[in-house]
Every structure is written in structure tokens, then in C-alpha cells.
């Protein structure tokens, strides 16, 4: 799971610090969270609303609401759905 969730959110890259140099951990305890929540994603939509939740609550609510978070809810239940 957490490779997973770690390959969805690093291509996400939201504010696109691991583009620009940052660690390969950078994002390590909103994936360790996503990753506690797992058992809550159960379609594209409650999975934009985990990652949602995770982010707004590590950073801001501007730029993390559901909707923002649609695109990479989507690719993560994909991603899960696959494995």
C-alpha cells in the first residue's frame, strides 16, 4: 500500500517541491497517513476526500479541498484497484 500511495502523491507533487530539488521523503507523513486511511478509500471521491483531509490539515484548505484533490483521488483508487 504505501509504495502505492507513495508513487501517486510524488507524481502529485502538490506545490512541486520534489521537482525543485526537495527530499524523496518530503511528503513521508502525509503518505504514512493516506496510507492509515486506506480502509476509507472505497471510490475516486472518498479517496480526493481522504488526500483532501491529510493536506488540508498538514498545510491550508486553499488548493486541497475534494475537488482539488479529484484528479489524484482518482489515480490513487485507480492505482489500488490495480494491485
Known amino acids: 500500500m ?3 500511495v507513495r508513487k ?12 525543485h530539488g526537495a527530499p524523496e521523503d518530503e511528503w ?6 493516506i ?5 476509507q478509500v472505497a471510490s475516486p471521491t472518498s479517496a480526493a476526500a481522504v488526500i483532501s483531509d ?5 498545510f491550508q484548505p486553499d488548493g486541497f479541498t475534494p475537488q482539488d484533490c479529484g484528479h ?3 489515480n490513487l483508487f485507480d492505482a489500488l484497484s490495480k494491485k
Open 54 to 58: 491529510v493536506f488540508t490539515k498538514a
Open 35 to 39: 496510507v492509515g486511511r486506506i480502509n
Open 8 to 19: 501517486v502523491i510524488h507524481e502529485w507533487d502538490p506545490y512541486h517541491l520534489l521537482a
Open 72 to 74: 489524484v483521488g482518482k
Open 28 to 33: 513521508d507523513s502525509e503518505i504514512l497517513e
Open 2 to 4: 504505501e509504495r502505492i
